[in-house]
C-alpha cells in the first residue's frame, strides 16, 4: 500500500503523542515527514528526536511530497492552519475541539466542499476501553433498557497548561474534556436531545471554565449526567449505568468496574433489614443474593480500525469516516449553546 506523507504542526504534549503512536503502530500506512512548531524550543526538541523540522508553516506547505497535515496547535488556530492545508492541497487531521464554534466550522467545511480534502477530526475518545464496554452494554440490553449514564472525568491538578486559561485561545474543559464526553454521547445515543441544564464551574478564579456539570435528556428518555472536574481531590467512578434488569459502573481507565443483574427470583427473597446509621433499612439494603447475579464487565464493542487506518482508508479508498463533521458540527453547536447561556 502506498503510504501517505504526513506533516504535523505543533510539536506540544498531542503533537508529539501523534509522532509517537503513527511511528509505533501505524508506520504501514503513514511517513512522518516532517514537523513545524511555532516555538523554537519545541523546534529543538523535535530534531533531537530525529525528526525533519520545516522553518515555515509556508515551507511545509509548499513541500508536494507531505499529502496530510495533523494539527495539534492550541484550538484558536485550527480554523485557518485547516483553511490554508486543504488550499494548498493536503488532507487534514485535526485536533478536537476541531475550531472554536459552529461558525468557523461552517468556514471550514466550505472549504472542504470546494477543495474536496479530506478533513477528520481526532475524537480519539470514541476508542476509549471503558466506552466501548459502555457501548455494548447499551446496544445487547444486558442491563436492559439503559435509562441513566453518569459520565464523569476528575482530576485535581486544576486547568492544565497555559494556553486552556484564556478564552481567547478555546480554554475551559468544556471545549478540552466536555468535547470528547459529549461526543462519545451524541455518537452512540441515536436521539435527539431534548433537553440540558448545565452548571459551569469557575471556582479556581480563571476567566474559562475549570470544569461543569450537566444534566441532559435525550428524547427517548435517557438521562445522562456529564461531569467534568479539575477540584475533585477524591474521585467517583467514571460511568455509572443503570438499566431496567441491572447496574453496572466503570471505576476508572483501567477497567475495573462491577455489574449486578436481577434474576428472575427478584422480589421472591425479600433483602435482610440492615443497620443504617442510627436506624435500620430494608430499602437500602443490599438485594438478596437470590435476587441478583454479579458478571464480569463485558470486553466492550471492538472498532475495526483505528482512527489513522480509518483516516487512511477515507483518503484512499472513499470508506465511511468513523468520525463525520457533522456529528462534530453537532457538539460544537451544544457546546456553544451551553456557553452562550
Ligand atoms: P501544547 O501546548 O502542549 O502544544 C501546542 C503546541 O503548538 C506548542 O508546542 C506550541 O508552540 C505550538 N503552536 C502554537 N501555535 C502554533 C502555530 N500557529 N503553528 C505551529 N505551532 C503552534 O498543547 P496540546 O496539549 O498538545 O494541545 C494541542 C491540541 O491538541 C489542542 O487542540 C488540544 O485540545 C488537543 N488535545 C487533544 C487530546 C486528545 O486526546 N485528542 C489531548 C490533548 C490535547
Not at 501505524?26 to 533531537?48: M, P, S
Not at 485561545?169 to 441544564?197: A, N, R, T, Y
Not at 441491572?246 to 443483574?261: N, P, R, Y
Not at 466492550?300 to 479508498?317: I, L
Amino acid at each position: 500500500m502506498t503510504k501517505l506523507n504526513l506533516a504535523v504542526i505543533g510539536y506540544g504534549g498531542m503533537g508529539s503523542y501523534h509522532v509517537n503512536t503513527i511511528l509505533a503502530n501505524e508506520n504501514d500506512l503513514f511517513v512522518v515527514v516532517g514537523i513545524y512548531d511555532i516555538d523554537t524550543k519545541r523546534q529543538a526538541q523535535a530534531a533531537q528526536d530525529g525528526l525533519f523540522v520545516y522553518k515555515s508553516l509556508d515551507k511545509m506547505l509548499k513541500d508536494s511530497r507531505v499529502d496530510v497535515i495533523l494539527i495539534a496547535t492550541p484550538n484558536d488556530s485550527h480554523k485557518e492552519l485547516a483553511i490554508k492545508g486543504m488550499e494548498a492541497g493536503k488532507h487534514v487531521v485535526c485536533e478536537k475541539p476541531a475550531v472554536m464554534n459552529p461558525q468557523e466550522f461552517k468556514e471550514v467545511q466550505k472549504v472542504i466542499a470546494s477543495t474536496g480534502k479530506t478533513f477528520m477530526v481526532h475524537q480519539n475518545r470514541r476508542w476509549d476501553p471503558d466506552f466501548l464496554i459502555l457501548r455494548e452494554l447499551y446496544e445487547t440490553k444486558e442491563l436492559g433498557e439503559i435509562f441513566q449514564i453518569e459520565s464523569r472525568v476528575h482530576g485535581a491538578n486544576g486547568i492544565p497548561g497555559d494556553w486552556r486559561h484564556e478564552k481567547k485561545h478555546g480554554g475551559g474543559m468544556l471545549l478540552d474534556w466536555g468535547v470528547h464526553l459529549f461526543d462519545q454521547l451524541l455518537w452512540m445515543i441515536d436521539s435527539p436531545i431534548k433537553s440540558i441544564e448545565t452548571d459551569l464551574s469557575f471556582i479556581l478564579g480563571n476567566e474559562v471554565d475549570d470544569g461543569f456539570i450537566s444534566y441532559v435528556t435525550f428524547k427517548n428518555n435517557i438521562k445522562v449526567l456529564v461531569e467534568v472536574g479539575t477540584t475533585n481531590y477524591c474521585k467517583l467512578d467514571r460511568w455509572y449505568i443503570k438499566g431496567t434488569n441491572g447496574t453496572a459502573k466503570i471505576s476508572d481507565w483501567d477497567l475495573h468496574g462491577e455489574m449486578v443483574i436481577a434474576r428472575e427470583t427478584q422480589g421472591l427473597v425479600p433483602p435482610a433489614p440492615i443497620k443504617a446509621g442510627v436506624g435500620l433499612t430494608k430499602t437500602m439494603a443490599p438485594p438478596s443474593e437470590e435476587s441478583t447475579i454479579k458478571k464480569e464487565l463485558p470486553s466492550g464493542k471492538k472498532m475495526n480500525q483505528s482512527f489513522y487506518q480509518n483516516f487512511y482508508h477515507v483518503v484512499n479508498s472513499n470508506a465511511e469516516p468513523l468520525v463525520k463533521n457533522e456529528e462534530v458540527l453537532h457538539v460544537l453547536t451544544l457546546m456553544d449553546d451551553i456557553l452562550k447561556r
